[in-house]
């Protein structure tokens, strides 16, 4: 495994005041851009303004320690001021609080402080490393293992990828071997027996599971529509999923027994002309979170399974949402978005309220899983240079 270090950038604006030849007293130093319970993660733009006040030196702070010093630009009415800072990993890749604080000096020796602000950082922390594709990570439901996909053993780079899963520290990565060539979007059986995944060796895409055990693998799904994302019901009687098999990504309900053997038919449960994907069951199994453009670009959506019906969570206006998760106790959501530019994962209250940004790498974050305890979130990315499997541990919310 390898690690990396992440820095954080701090930019302060100075604003200075107009003297009438009494003496100036500043009004405010204060954050322009960070707000008290910020998470911070990568390289982070962050604007002070002290307003008025005659100074020779502005200096940041972090739990009253001095990072680093800039003196007085004279010949600019506002001046900008870059410090970098580099939070040091001595949690073991734990999330740290710090207070932040700006503080201008002036020659007489009087200073003027911004509000302090508490801020955490958080240190994500690499699980796999090889030259192949790692992508897709699902927790399994003890929270001990991570399942995922990968074509680290074949040169073709879209038929191969096999199920692999490791231990949730990233040791012991081993391949679930099945009769099948291609394995996307894995994910387990509640009892840890069987995976479910989508393969097109028959020539189509469609659903299987397989055993762990055995390998022995049973097709679910025989349309000639596209089958994909499939997701076990938590009583494991059901299988969520989209399909194109009426046109459109449409939602469907498949049930099964046990050991993933389909017992009936397909059921629609979504009807629209817009693509409905990426099916998420809730922890009580009475709802799903999906992937929807039926607003315009891709967000978030919830259906109700009992009323059938749909309420919108997410309000992109021009950015896709994707890959929709749900925390343990089914009143916070993960998704990834590019909002900030390169695609990220956020976190969103059920019941409304601000998102959270997790991630703040300029490279590509993605399908985001919670951990059954809360603590984590494992992911995609290819922040390291090659997509691979990374995971990062997060405050309580």
């Not at 060796?201 to 679910?220: K, R, V």
Request: aromatic share 12%; charged share 20%.
């Amino acid at each position: 495994m390898s690690f990396k270090r992440f820095f954080i950038i701090v930019q302060i604006s100075v604003i200075l005041g107009c003297s009438d030849g009494n003496p100036v007293k500043p009004t405010k130093v204060f954050f322009a851009s960070l707000s008290g319970g910020d998470w911070v993660e990568g390289t982070t733009s962050i604007s002070v303004s002290a307003e008025g006040g005659n100074y020779t030196y502005v200096e940041l702070k972090v739990d009253g320690q001095t990072i680093q010093t800039k003196f007085k630009d004279n010949t600019q009415e506002i001046t900008t001021y870059t410090f970098s800072w580099q939070p040091n990993n001595v949690n073991q890749w734990r999330p740290i609080n710090y207070v932040v604080e700006a503080e201008a000096f002036g020659s007489s020796g009087s200073s003027w402080k911004s509000a302090p602000v508490a801020v955490t950082a958080l240190f994500p922390r690499q699980l796999t490393n090889n030259p192949g594709v790692d992508i897709q990570p699902e927790w399994s439901k003890d929270g001990t293992k991570i399942i995922f996909k990968s074509n680290r053993q074949s040169p073709d780079p879209v038929q191969s990828f096999k199920i692999y899963t490791m231990n949730a520290d990233g040791t012991h990565q081993e391949q679930i071997f099945t009769d099948r060539n291609y394995h996307g979007y894995p994910d387990w059986s509640p009892d840890e027996t069987h995976v479910i995944f989508n393969s097109f060796d028959p020539g189509n895409n469609e659903l299987f599971t397989a055993s762990i055990a055995t390998g022995q693998s049973s097709q679910i799904t025989t349309d000639s529509g596209f089958d994909d994302s499939g997701r076990w019901s938590p009583d494991g009687t059901q299988i969520a999923f989209f399909s194109t098999r009426t046109g459109g990504s449409e939602l469907y309900l498949l049930p099964v027994n046990n050991s993933g053997v389909r017992t009936g038919f397909p059921t629609r449960i979504t009807s629209n002309s817009n693509r409905d994907e990426q099916p998420r069951w809730s922890p009580d199994g009475q709802t799903l979170l999906y992937e929807s453009d039926r607003s315009g670009p891709i967000n978030i959506w919830m259906i109700d399974l009992a009323t059938k019906m749909e309420t919108q969570i997410t309000f992109g206006t021009s950015v896709d949402d994707g890959y929709p998760n749900w925390s343990p106790d089914g009143t916070f959501l993960v998704f990834d978005s590019k909002r900030s530019e390169n695609r990220d994962l956020y976190l969103c209250p059920l019941s409304g309220g601000e998102e959270k940004r997790v991630t703040f790498n300029p490279s590509y974050d993605d399908h985001g899983s919670w951990s059954p305890d809360g603590t984590k979130i494992v992911f995609g990315s290819n922040r390291a240079g090659n997509m691979d499997i990374w995971v990062v541990e997060i405050p309580s919310i």
